[in-house]
């Protein structure tokens, strides 16, 4: 079965830096777009950034020049890197990847479990 383990979460004090990882295990074929969401308590689920399998890169405009998004196409694998961390950046934080399964022999989306990002002094 396809995994999206993720870690690096937790506690931060307002403009420090986080980073993110993500990888993709189980039964994984192709990877195609990789990329983060975020979800703070009472608000729907919005998109942090994305990379596709040729590394073009898309950001949340609150995001923007602050958080970095990376990934290691040979360990199918993706890594936000966050900087200047504000407050409002608290959420639990999903990775998620489309990817094509050998177990199954279909394409599909596939979320990670999600790690919580607190910043606060």
């Known amino acids: 079965q396809v995994q999206l383990v993720e870690s690096g979460g937790g506690l931060v004090q307002p403009g420090g830096s986080l980073t993110l990882s993500c990888a993709a295990t189980?039964?994984?074929?192709?990877?195609?777009?990789m990329g983060w969401y975020r979800q703070a308590p009472g608000t729907q689920r919005e998109l942090v950034a994305t990379i596709t399998s040729r590394k073009t890169t898309n950001y949340a405009p609150s995001v923007k020049g602050r958080f970095t998004n990376a990934r290691d196409n040979a360990k199918d694998t993706v890594s936000l890197q966050m900087n200047s961390l504000l407050p409002e950046d608290t959420a639990i934080y999903f990775c998620k990847a489309d990817i094509y399964s050998t177990y199954d022999g279909r394409r599909a989306a596939y979320w990670g479990q999600g790690t919580q990002v607190t910043v606060s002094s």
């Open positions: 189980g039964g994984v074929s192709t990877v195609y777009n």
